[in-house]
C-alpha cells in the first residue's frame, strides 16, 4: 500500500533527499564520520551552513542587508525573541488569524514592558477568512506589525503582504516559507520553524534586516538576535544534522527551478483538490475563497460522524495524518513541497468514492 503523509508538521520530505542522506550518513565525503558526529567547528560542516545559507539566500532571493539566522526553539521561541529584541518599551501591532497568532500575542503579552495592540481579528468568524488591513490601522510609532502569513490550522494564507508604512512587518512564515510569491524586502523579520518546508523540526530559520539587530538590551545571550548574527549562528552548537538536511531540501528545490517552479506545482496540487471539493456535493471548504491557502486545505462533510468515517476508512487506505486538527474537526490535507501530486489524484479518487458510498 502507498502511504500519503498529509501531516501538517513535521511533514513529509523529498524521497530524493532522504536518499541521498541514506547514502551518505555513516560516511561524509570519505570523513569516516556521520554528519551528526562532525564538530560544528570543523571545515566540512562549516561548508554545510554556507552552502545552506548561499542556497537560502538564492531561493529567496533575500538581499544583502538581511541576516540568515539557524536557530533552535522552534517558531514559538521567536514568539518571544521578536518583541525581547525589537519592542521593549514600545507597541507591537498583531493581526489574530487564529491559534499561532494567538500564542505569538500572548507570548508578547507576557513581558512586562511591550505594549500590545490587536489591530485586526477574524476570531469572530472562527478565523475562517484574513482581516483587511490598510495603513490608516497602523501606528507608525510601532515597534512592528506580527502577521502569520499562512495559517496552518484553518487554511487560510495572506494573499497580499499589508502595507505597513516604515513600521517593519514581522512573518510568522513556518508553514509557508518557500511556498509563496512574497519579496523579502516587504518584510522586517520573517521566521519559520523547519519542519514543514524546509527540514527536520529542531531548526529554526530567522531572516531580519540588519537595522534591527540590536535595537533593545537582551540580557539573556540565547535570546539575543544581534550575538546569534555576530557569531554567524555558531554561538553554541546549533543543530547541525537539521541544517545539512535544510541543505539538501534546498538543493533540491534548486532543481525543482527554485520557488518559482515549486510554487507552480504547489498550485496545482491545491487547484486540484479545491476543484473536486467545490464539485462535490457532500465536501466543502470552511475556507473564505479569497483567504484559501495552497498549503493547509481544511474540508468537511458538514457531519462529525461522517468526517469520523471518512477519516478512519482514509487511514485503513494509506491517508496518513488527514484528520483536522482538534481545534476545527473535519480534514485537513497539508500539501507542502515535497508532498506527490500523485497523493492528491489519489486522495481525489477515494473521496469521490466516498461520496458515492455515503450518499453524497
Ligand atoms: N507558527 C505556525 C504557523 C505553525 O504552523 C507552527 C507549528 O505548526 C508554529 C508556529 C509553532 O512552531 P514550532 O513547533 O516550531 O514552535
Keep these: 500500500m502507498t502511504i500519503y503523509n498529509f501531516s501538517a508538521g ?6 530524493p533527499v532522504l536518499e541521498k542522506a541514506q547514502s551518505e550518513f555513516l560516511d561524509y565525503q570519505g570523513s569516516g564520520m556521520s554528519v551528526m558526529e562532525l564538530s560544528h567547528r570543523s571545515s566540512l560542516f562549516e561548508a554545510i551552513i554556507q552552502d545552506a545559507e548561499r542556497l537560502l539566500r538564492e531561493l529567496m532571493q533575500i538581499p544583502d542587508n538581511y541576516k540568515v539566522l539557524f536557530l533552535q526553539g522552534g517558531a514559538s521561541l521567536q514568539f518571544s525573541m521578536v518583541p525581547l529584541n525589537l519592542a521593549q518599551g514600545k507597541k507591537a501591532l498583531y493581526v489574530n488569524t487564529g491559534m499561532w ?6 507570548a508578547a503579552k507576557a513581558l512586562d514592558n511591550v505594549e500590545v495592540e490587536v489591530i485586526a481579528s477574524s476570531a469572530e468568524d472562527n478565523f475562517t477568512y484574513i482581516p483587511e488591513i490598510t495603513e490608516a490601522m497602523i501606528d507608525q510609532d510601532a515597534a512592528y506589525l506580527h502577521i502569520t502569513t499562512n495559517n496552518t490550522i484553518m487554511g487560510t494564507t495572506f494573499a497580499a503582504i499589508p502595507k505597513a508604512g516604515k513600521v517593519p512587518i514581522v512573518a510568522d512564515m513556518s508553514s509557508n516559507i518557500l511556498a509563496n510569491d512574497y ?3 516587504d518584510f522586517g523579520i520573517i521566521y519559520a520553524g523547519a519542519q514543514k518546508n524546509i527540514g527536520p523540526a529542531g531548526l529554526t530559520v530567522v531572516i531580519i534586516r540588519e537595522d534591527l539587530l540590536g535595537l533593545c538590551p537582551v540580557a539573556e545571550p540565547m535570546l539575543d538576535y544581534q550575538l546569534q548574527a555576530d557569531n554567524n549562528s ?3 552548537t546549533p543543530p547541525t ?3 545539512y538536511m535544510a541543505k539538501l531540501v534546498f538543493e533540491w528545490l ?14 496545482e496540487k491545491a487547484g486540484l483538490l479545491y476543484a473536486a471539493i467545490e464539485k462535490s456535493a457532500l465536501f466543502s471548504s470552511p475556507v473564505a475563497i479569497d483567504s484559501r491557502s495552497i ?3 481544511p474540508f468537511i462533510t458538514g457531519s462529525p460522524e461522517l468526517d469520523k468515517k471518512f477519516n478512519t476508512e482514509a487511514l ?4 496518513q495524518n488527514l484528520k483536522g486538527h482538534r481545534s476545527v474537526g473535519g480534514m485537513r490535507a497539508s500539501l507542502y513541497n515535497a508532498f506527490p501530486k500523485q497523493g492528491v489524484l489519489d486522495l481525489i479518487a477515494f473521496m469521490e468514492a466516498f461520496e458515492k458510498e455515503n450518499g453524497g
Design 10 to 15: 513535521p511533514a513529509v520530505l523529498p524521497k
Design 101 to 106: 497568532s494567538k500564542k505569538a500575542i500572548a
Design 183 to 185: 519579496h523579502v524586502a
Design 234 to 236: 555558531l554561538y553554541n
Design 241 to 243: 544534522f537539521a541544517i
Design 254 to 267: 534548486q532543481d525543482q527551478g527554485g520557488v518559482p517552479g515549486i510554487l507552480k506545482a504547489d498550485r
Design 295 to 297: 498549503t493547509n486545505i
Design 316 to 319: 485503513a487506505a494509506g491517508f
